[in-house]
């Protein structure tokens, strides 16, 4: 089973691109905080996620996400390879967004629990430009 979730802050704003037939890529990354007690102590990490979302995903994403802003995912991993121009090998482990839920920002009066999924659907393989 390859399924991720994930809850965090935006890094940075979505940056938007389009594959030649047209359908829209969004990259983002998200932060995410964990806590934990260490012998007395409490400590914290924090770990940094690359995010992709393809198609209706990636527009909402390029429409409502900003920078700061809170954030559940859910995906799967994708391992990406490549060479580079110095025949040296390259590869990268990331995240392709399945669905986002838009959470209130901090101080937001919204009704409910202001959360808004959005179920976006992913390409085939072949049809992803990298």
């Given at each position: 089973m390859?399924r991720?979730d994930?809850?965090?802050?935006?890094?940075r704003?979505?940056?938007?691109?389009?594959?030649?037939s047209?359908?829209?890529?969004a990259?983002?990354?998200?932060a995410?905080?964990?806590?934990y007690?260490q012998?007395?102590e409490?400590?914290?990490?924090t770990?940094?996620?690359?995010l992709t979302?393809?198609?209706?995903t990636?527009?909402?994403?390029?429409?409502?996400?900003?920078?700061?802003?809170?954030?559940l995912v859910?995906?799967?991993?994708?391992l990406?390879?490549?060479?580079?121009?110095g025949?040296a090998?390259?590869?990268?482990?990331?995240?392709?967004?399945?669905?986002?839920?838009?959470?209130?920002?901090n101080?937001?009066n919204?009704?409910?629990?202001?959360?808004?999924?959005f179920d976006?659907?992913?390409?085939?393989?072949?049809?992803i430009?990298?």
């Amino acid at each position: 089973m390859n399924r991720v979730d994930l809850f965090g802050n935006l890094t940075r704003d979505v940056e938007m691109r389009y594959a030649p037939s047209g359908m829209a890529v969004a990259s983002f990354g998200l932060a995410i905080n964990r806590r934990y007690r260490q012998d007395d102590e409490v400590k914290e990490e924090t770990t940094f996620v690359d995010l992709t979302a393809f198609g209706r995903t990636a527009e909402v994403a390029g429409e409502y996400l900003v920078k700061g802003r809170p954030l559940l995912v859910e995906g799967h991993l994708r391992l990406r390879s490549w060479e580079t121009e110095g025949g040296a090998k390259r590869s990268k482990l990331d995240v392709v967004v399945d669905r986002l839920h838009l959470l209130p920002r901090n101080g937001s009066n919204g009704g409910g629990n202001g959360a808004k999924e959005f179920d976006g659907s992913i390409p085939e393989d072949a049809e992803i430009p990298f």
